[in-house]
């Protein structure tokens, strides 16, 4: 029995681990001619995960030796890379050949790539990731501007940055994390915002030798250690958005306007006061941004901008500002998933037309229509709340189950009802109403309809429901 497993950053990995156990023959397909997902295309300087790296590993391949709480992206591009070797997905991988279509055929997907692969497929998980395809808005002059201009995921390592003019158009996890790592290093810098965000303070300590060597020593103590971190991160987390009265919420608010209150300049403490409330927007976590924005050569610009020049910007209330590189921290379309790849289920329906005008998945893992076509990180699943790496090993159980259910049942091809599918988007959609996301502020969280594309229960309902499939939300055949 064979499986294609579309991307091979971390979902992509976990998939085809977990698939090799089962007995599965595994094809890894991969765009891109190295593995690794966002922590290979993502190099820019200050990149580090905002979850914990203890939290941010498989739960079958901890790591004791972790550098620092808030692991470096180099650090996590080697560690998944290991991974794979380990566990013998590298040597699944299909590099440079994207996939392009998939059609269902009563029994089975054919699979079509950009470099001429043709193949059948019972199962195909789509491991395609969240945060891919780069947000590069349309700016007036861009093309005329003279200097370096790059997306933060398309970093330019050729360029030059010391005693340069440095520009960072966002205010993002990315743009927060390169204002930390660039404003000692360049000559002038300056962070255009549209918008301010809540920032939490989060220490980044490294870990000794003496900590690591405790945790290789004692693997239980390494697992109680994490699972306390789990704890404190994802279900207080998931408490605080879903709960916006409760007590979680309240600490991390306050936690969040006392970092807030170190800044010094009243005028600049102004400019960085948000209009939202805490969580509202996903947070930004960080150990010194407020420190490294108040440097001498670091200025916070809040005019909109009007147009690119062929030396600079130039804002709306007429400044001139002149740089040599502008990079462009400007996020990502998180609702593409395994677009741009043309899927075709039963009945020749489009999954294009499906997911207009937002994606829609059962439980965020199937979608009516698309028989035996498996999504990690789909739609609508808790991103805002836990590790993706958690909600990825969760949802490929749960996948994993169904697939027996399948087997055992000598079925062909498993797809959720249509029924069971709005019921849940209903409830969700519903529930959506008392979360934090939706008190008033534009986020990336909200999909077309201005409703939160979200996990929008709680971090107990997630694990409850991925726990074992209900199986008359489902259709065998």
Not at 26 to 33: H, M, T
Not at 287 to 295: A, M
Not at 331 to 346: A, L, N, Q, Y
Request: aromatic fraction near 10%; glycine fraction near 6%; charge should be negative.
């Amino acid at each position: 029995m064979t499986a294609a497993v579309i991307g091979s950053g971390m979902a992509g990995i976990l998939a085809a681990i977990e698939l090799k156990k089962a007995g599965f023959d595994v094809i890894v397909f991969e765009k891109a001619s190295t593995l690794g997902g966002t922590w290979r295309d993502n190099t820019y300087p200050g990149l580090s995960c905002d979850v914990p790296a203890h939290s941010y590993t498989f739960s079958f391949a901890r790591n004791p030796d972790w550098s620092m709480q808030y692991a470096p992206g180099p650090e996590i591009r080697e560690y998944f890379q290991h991974v794979a070797d380990q566990f013998g997905v590298t040597e699944c991988i299909r590099f440079n050949s994207e996939v392009t279509s998939l059609e269902w055929t009563n029994t089975h997907w054919q699979l079509s790539t950009s470099d001429g692969y043709r193949g059948d497929f019972p199962y195909v998980f789509a491991a395609t990731g969240v945060l891919h395809h780069p947000n590069i808005p349309d700016m007036p002059g861009i093309e005329d501007f003279e200097g370096a201009v790059f997306h933060s995921a398309r970093w330019d390592h050729s360029i030059p940055l010391e005693g340069k003019n440095v520009a960072v158009i966002g205010t993002g996890s990315t743009a927060i994390q390169i204002t930390s790592a660039l404003v000692d290093q360049v000559d002038e810098f300056a962070l255009f915002q549209r918008s301010a965000q809540w920032v939490l303070p989060a220490p980044n300590p490294e870990f000794s030798e003496e900590q690591r060597s405790a945790f290789r020593d004692d693997p239980a103590a390494h697992e109680e250690f994490v699972r306390e971190l789990a704890i404190t991160m994802f279900q207080r987390t998931s408490s605080a958005v879903t709960e916006p009265d409760s007590v979680e919420y309240q600490k991390v608010a306050a936690l969040c306007q006392r970092n807030l209150d170190t800044v010094v300049d009243d005028e600049l403490r102004k400019q960085l006061t948000p209009d939202h409330q805490p969580m509202c927007k996903r947070l930004i976590a960080s150990s010194d941004f407020y420190e490294k924005i108040q440097r001498p050569n670091a200025r916070l610009v809040t005019s909109s901008i009007d147009t690119f020049t062929p030396t600079g910007i130039r804002t709306a209330d007429g400044i001139e500002h002149e740089f040599d590189v502008v990079v462009l921290a400007t996020g990502f379309r998180s609702d593409r998933f395994i677009r741009p790849t043309r899927v075709i289920g039963i009945d020749d329906t489009d999954l294009d037309d499906v997911w207009s005008p937002s994606p829609i998945a059962y439980l965020s893992v199937m979608v009516p229509g698309f028989p035996n076509l498996f999504l990690l990180n789909g739609p609508n699943g808790p991103i805002g709340n836990f590790s993706l790496i958690e909600i990825a090993e969760r949802q490929m159980s749960y996948c994993m189950q169904l697939i027996s259910e399948v087997e055992r049942s000598d079925s062909q091809a498993v797809v959720p009802t249509s029924e069971a599918t709005s019921a849940f988007e209903s409830e969700r959609r519903d529930a959506a109403k008392h979360t934090i996301w939706m008190s008033g502020c534009n986020s990336w969280y909200l999909d077309a309809t201005g409703v939160p594309a979200s996990w929008t229960f709680s971090y107990d309902r997630f694990v409850e429901e991925m726990s074992a499939p209900k199986l008359d939300a489902f259709t065998m055949s």
